[in-house]
Structures are given as structure tokens and as C-alpha cells.
């Protein structure tokens, strides 16, 4: 069975700094799809960055990065120069093969003004 | 639209009622995918369509929970016999293709009260 675990239930940092948001999963095939979704009060599901295993390079997406540890499934998400607008639910997503995307429970992060 | 709508935003329903949830996908997506977030928890995986076919209704916690996209559009989820367990937010999401290689973008999901 696949898993998402993110271990980190809160996180907070102060606007313009860096955070980093901890992932791991577990799944036995090779071919698999990662993605971080943000979810703000409005619980209006958004992409944020999306990772095909089969690549070696980590995801960009403007001040968003991953760290992507295929051996380790390690995918965690770095938020660069944070701002108000960042503030939200997050969640690490797997996608294999069949098309239901798993879960992680989520990391709430707060943005301290 | 221009995104996925969900109707209505919020039910508030008794125990033991019936309920239908409505999910409006993206134009042309083909792709529809259900699932159930409850308080605290990420969302979890009920039924997936792939046009008007059921491709993966394993998330389907019982013979309560069905769901119908009788032309490959619109769907409805529906719920027989409420029990309170069943209160959570309800999420549809759309993608144009299937898998990890298109985007599944959700509506705000219908929260479900079963008094």
C-alpha cells in the first residue's frame, strides 16, 4: 500500500524567511508522481510544485523547491521569502499508476508578520 | 465555468436522510475524481471516473456511498441512510487526462453536517 507521512502537524516562520516542510511516502514501484498542494482557508485545493520521479532534477516553481531523495522518498518542500499569502495547509501528495492521488495529513503553516 | 464547482457549499442533513452532492468539472475534462476530507485529516480517495464509467471506486466506504456522471460531466455523490460519521467536506476534483501527468484541479468541496 502506498503512504504519505508528513511528521511536521505545524510549522510557522517570519515573512521573508525560508521554510522547509518535511515529506516522506512509501510505495514499491519505480514510476510514481509527487506534488505539493496547498489548501488556504477558502479550502480551495491549489498546485504548488510537482515532481515525476523518473527525473533527477528537483522541481522549481519560483520561490518553491523541493529536495527530491528517490532511495530516501524524501520529498520535502522549501518556501523561499515566505510572504502572508503563503499561509495555508499543505499537503504532500503521491500519484502512482492508478489515478486516486494519496494524502499526507497535512502541515499547517503560519506566517508570522 | 472556469473552475470546478461544487453545490451546494455547505448541508446540514439529519440522521438516517439522503443526500446528493453536485460536482460541475472543468469543460472538457475527462477525469473525475471524489474524495472526503474530515476534520484534522487530508483528503481521502472515494471514486474516480474516467468519463461516465466508475474506473476506481475502491474509497467507497460502504453500499451507502454511490456515485453517477451519466454523461461524462457532471456527478453526483450520493449518500443513503446519513450517519454522523459521514460529516465531513466533500472535495471533486477534474483533470483532462488521467495520472500523474495532468493536474487534478478541485472545487471548494460541500460540507456535510449529519445532525
Known amino acids: 500500500a502506498q503512504t504519505v507521512t508528513q511528521s511536521q502537524p505545524e510549522m510557522s516562520v517570519q515573512e521573508a524567511e525560508t521554510v522547509t516542510l518535511s515529506c516522506t511516502y512509501d510505495?514499491?514501484?519505480?514510476?510514481?508522481?509527487l506534488f505539493w498542494y496547498k489548501q488556504p482557508p477558502s479550502r480551495q485545493m491549489i498546485l504548488v510544485i510537482r515532481?515525476?520521479?523518473?527525473?533527477?532534477q528537483n522541481a522549481t516553481e519560483n520561490r518553491f523547491s523541493v529536495n527530491f531523495q528517490k532511495a530516501a522518498k524524501s520529498f520535502s518542500l522549501k518556501i523561499s521569502d515566505s510572504q502572508l499569502g503563503d499561509a495555508a495547509m499543505y499537503f504532500c501528495?503521491?500519484?502512482?499508476?492508478?489515478?486516486?492521488?494519496?494524502f499526507g495529513q497535512g502541515t499547517r503553516l503560519t506566517i508570522n508578520p | 465555468g472556469a473552475g470546478v464547482s461544487q453545490t451546494p457549499s455547505n448541508k446540514v442533513t439529519e440522521k438516517g436522510k439522503y443526500v446528493e452532492l453536485r460536482c460541475d468539472p472543468i469543460?472538457?475534462?475527462?477525469?473525475l475524481y471524489w474524495y472526503r476530507q474530515s476534520l484534522g485529516q487530508g483528503p481521502e480517495f472515494l471514486i474516480y471516473?474516467?468519463?461516465?464509467?466508475?474506473?476506481?471506486d475502491s474509497g467507497l466506504p460502504n453500499d451507502r456511498f454511490f456515485a453517477v456522471r451519466p454523461e461524462g460531466s457532471v456527478s453526483t455523490l450520493k449518500i443513503q441512510r446519513t450517519e454522523r460519521g459521514d460529516s465531513a467536506v466533500y472535495l471533486c476534483?477534474?483533470?483532462?487526462?488521467?495520472?500523474?501527468?495532468?493536474?487534478?484541479?478541485f472545487g471548494p468541496g460541500t460540507r456535510l453536517t449529519v445532525l
Open positions: 476534483a477534474s483533470s483532462l487526462l488521467r495520472g500523474g501527468t495532468s493536474e487534478q484541479f
Open positions: 501528495i503521491l500519484i502512482q499508476g492508478a489515478q486516486k492521488l494519496v
Open positions: 510505495t514499491s514501484e519505480s514510476d510514481y508522481y
Open positions: 471516473f474516467q468519463g461516465t464509467g466508475a474506473a476506481d
Open positions: 469543460s472538457g475534462h475527462t477525469a
Open positions: 515532481q515525476e520521479a523518473y527525473k533527477q
